[in-house]
Nanobody, 119 residues
Framework: VQLVESGGGLVQPGGSLRLSCAAS????????MSWYRQAPGKERELVARITSAGGSTNYADSVKGRFTISRDNAKNTVYLQMNSLKPEDTAVYYC?????????????WGQGTQVTVSS
């Protein structure tokens, strides 16, 4: 499994960014995909999740109405469109896919992409 994020950067408050995560090494269309983020000194938190076919999504309360997760199963890519960015959105953003079974799970992570929201 390989997950490669891109699209991070420096943006002013109120601005937008689109993150991408290119996946390989597994049958992408069979699995949920998620975006997490981790700010300095804080625990990693779930930002958004999308089902395998893209028919259902869920979001952290802090990003609802501002962020949109989507996927293109033909391109093995998941996206995170981030609008109305706030300084508190500053974090390293990670792409994630999880494998579960027999009461245990294993998480695969990308290398992360830095998002900095600052004037």
């Amino acid at each position: 499994v390989q997950l490669v994020e891109s699209g991070g950067g420096l943006v002013q408050p109120g601005g937008s960014l689109r993150l991408s995560c290119a996946a390989s090494g597994f049958t992408f269309s069979n699995y949920y995909m998620s975006w997490y983020r981790q700010a300095p000194g804080k625990e990693r938190e779930l930002v958004a999740r999308i089902t395998s076919a893209g028919g259902s999504t869920n979001y952290a309360d802090s990003v609802k109405g501002r962020f949109t997760i989507s996927r293109d199963n033909a391109k093995n890519t998941v996206y995170l469109q981030m609008n109305s960015l706030k300084p508190e959105d500053t974090a390293v953003y990670y792409c994630n896919t999880r494998r579960s079974g027999l009461g245990v799970h294993y998480d695969y992570w990308g290398q992360g992409t830095q998002v900095t929201v600052s004037s």
